[in-house]
């Protein structure tokens, strides 16, 4: 890609595929901005009046607007905290010489490939569930009452769900991260007086700030969508305890038919999402330089 | 302070001898270098007197310590490695106070430390930059200075100098020495480059297959190398061996000549060859000549030696000088140069 003929040629080849990319996402994301300034209700066929920005005084004065803003930070935050924390602990232990090490990394990364709602259902019907579950037999071996999880707990109990699918992806990065350690800096350090602490904080985890920066920004993305794990367990309650923006939006405009607001809640989780993303990349996009 | 005795000491990875039983004394103060081609156990023992690696059997000793399943950082040894192995997220000073932090030593003798290890070291400038923005040979000295402020009581060196350029090798060589003379610390190091093993040690102790062929003064390896190993290992170009038809009464398997000792002569010599490939350094010149039934000599000239390509010419040695081997390979020293002083 060095001449100029290179570089136009490149440009002529690239234009359609890039084109097309970007009708995908510009189509959809006009008409959603364009409905969200109508009064469209597909239970009250009409004429879509313009009605300004009601749709989103409606979505942002709502109650439960704020609360599932709070719910999703709380849904990002805990399971980001959980993936991390348990990753490098994971990535640590798989790093070690044991026995069957290449089959005992291949089941751990075996809940990534489940599909969200298939998981969700296994951890709602033969673990959390009051009377069922694993858990409950295992409250009742204990002689306590069972904790019924999705009544009491939701929002943890989809923290936990989430964590358990997202743990693999986190750990495999973080793995491959800490096999690209120079062996010699560990050793130096061992010369150097350090304890298993010191070179953990000092030596494993600053060589693993890029990783767990691109864990951070990737899972971010996702978890910020989080959807079929509430739809198939708690449905967003009790209330909206369990409800974030994405499924906010869904009961919106798929339960109360109201393509506009539901229209203006998605602009709003775009926004959202942008002032995370720029939030992110402020506070730890420099790890990423070089 | 720093003397290390290594007591049959073996080690053996599942069912290889990588090392095999080896006794060796190093003294306190002196520079020691480890040479040997690669895979000879060199590096393995720098390890395991480091405590980086298990010793199978045998003890070390350090200070008349015993000290072969101390922890690395209770040895009081400092280490300087292939790569350097700084730590990339540090700065130059962090790199040099990391041993001290973790020794808990109060901060302010920690400062003082670092300024006396910079000034010896020409690092002052570069304190605040991360490792990453300095040079190969810079790199090389935070390391040392990382191994200085500890103070220990020998300095281990593995193959320090390998990533470093031909030009600032000589300089770090002699820089390395100059610190072992103002530090008068043991220092042991490890090195495939005899003329690193020749120019920089006091000792040299010779490896091949997880044994020491030889511990000697350079000049000693040079002069009276006990066998041929030694004797092709140690000396630039390498030593030239011919194979002698065994006469009876004379145990004289082979015999090594180094390329220096060699005479062109234009009348008749011990040996007659055609010039080949011709090596001009300007302070001398390196002949390649092939012989008969014998192969190919390297020949130390003049550097204005006018031999071409394709001469014909007559090659003697000083008597004297030519090494004698027996059958197993082995120096004959009655025979060999040194024989007639020892004899």
């Known amino acids: ?290 | 302070m720093g003397s290390i005795t290594l007591k049959q000491v073996t080690k053996s990875f599942d069912d290889v001898n990588v090392i095999k039983p080896l006794d060796l004394d190093i003294r306190d103060g002196e520079f020691i270098v480890f040479v040997g081609p690669s895979g000879c156990g060199k590096s393995t023992l720098l390890r395991m007197i480091a405590g980086l690696e298990d010793t199978t059997s045998g003890t070390i000793e350090i200070d008349g310590k015993e000290a072969t399943s101390v922890p690395p950082a209770k040895r009081g040894l400092a280490m300087v490695f292939q790569s350097y192995a700084l730590y990339p997220h540090m700065s130059v000073r962090n790199n040099i106070a990391f041993p001290l932090k973790q020794a808990k030593v109060a901060p302010a003798v920690i400062k003082e430390k670092i300024e006396k290890a910079a000034t010896m070291l020409n690092l002052t400038d570069y304190l605040d930059r991360k490792p990453g923005q300095l040079s190969g040979g810079q790199r090389q000295r935070v390391a040392i200075g990382r191994a200085i402020v500890r103070q220990p009581s020998a300095f281990l060196f593995d193959e320090p100098l390998l990533n470093l350029d031909a030009s600032l090798r000589v300089n770090m060589r002699l820089e390395i020495s100059q610190l072992h003379k103002s530090l008068d610390t043991t220092m042991i190091y490890v090195t495939h480059d005899q003329v690193e093993a020749m120019t920089m040690a006091d000792r040299i102790a010779v490896f091949n297959g997880g044994i020491i062929e030889q511990v000697g003064t350079p000049l000693e390896l040079y002069r009276k190398p006990v066998n041929r190993f030694v004797a092709g290992f140690i000396g630039s170009p390498k030593m030239n061996f011919i194979d002698v038809a065994p006469k009876p009464g004379d145990a004289t398997h082979s015999l090594g000549v180094r390329p220096e000792h060699f005479k062109i002569t234009t009348e008749q010599g011990l040996w007659q060859g055609q010039v080949g490939v011709v090596e001009h350094l300007g302070s001398e010149t390196f002949l390649h000549v092939h012989v008969d039934h014998i192969g190919t000599l390297t020949v130390k000239a003049d550097g204005d030696c006018q031999a071409v390509y394709g001469d014909q010419i007559n090659l003697t040695a000083e008597q004297a000088k030519i090494m004698h081997f027996d059958k197993q390979g082995m120096t004959i020293p009655a025979l060999s140069w040194g024989g007639e002083s020892a004899a």
């Open chain 1, 1 to 290: 890609m060095a001449t100029t003929q290179s570089r136009t040629l490149a440009k002529i080849m690239l234009f359609p595929s890039v084109s097309l990319l970007l009708a995908w996402m510009i189509v959809p994301l006009c008409m959603t901005l364009y409905f969200s300034f109508l009064d469209y209700n597909l239970l009250m066929p009409g004429d879509n009046e313009f009605i300004g920005f009601l749709n989103y005084e409606f979505f942002l004065t709502d109650p439960a607007f704020v609360e599932s803003f709070f719910n999703t930070l709380l849904l990002v935050g805990g399971v980001l905290l959980i993936t991390l924390c348990g990753g490098v602990g994971l990535a640590i232990l798989l790093d070690e010489a044991i026995w069957g090490r290449n089959y005992v990394r291949m089941m751990v990364l075996a809940p990534f490939f489940v599909m969200p709602t298939v998981s969700a259902l296994v951890w709602k019907n033969m673990f959390m569930n009051p009377v069922n579950g694993l858990f409950a037999h295992f409250a009742q071996w204990l002689g306590v009452t069972p904790v019924d999880f999705f009544a009491e707990l939701p929002l943890l109990s989809i923290i936990v769900i989430v964590s358990w699918q997202w743990l693999p992806f986190a750990a495999l990065i973080l793995l491959t991260a800490i096999q690209s350690l120079d062996r010699e800096q560990l050793e130096a350090a061992d010369l150097d007086g350090a304890g298993p602490f010191s070179k953990f904080f000092y030596i494993v985890l600053p060589h693993l700030s890029r990783a767990v920066t691109a864990v951070i920004l990737i899972e971010t993305i996702f978890l910020l969508s989080v959807f079929a794990e509430i739809l198939v367990t708690t449905s967003g309650g009790p209330g909206y305890a369990s409800t974030n923006i994405t499924y906010l939006i869904y009961t919106q405009s798929l339960l109360q038919f109201d393509v506009g607001g539901g229209s203006a809640g998605g602009i709003v989780a775009v926004i959202i999402a942008n002032i995370v993303a720029i939030f992110l990349m402020r506070l730890i996009g420099k790890n990423l330089e070089n």
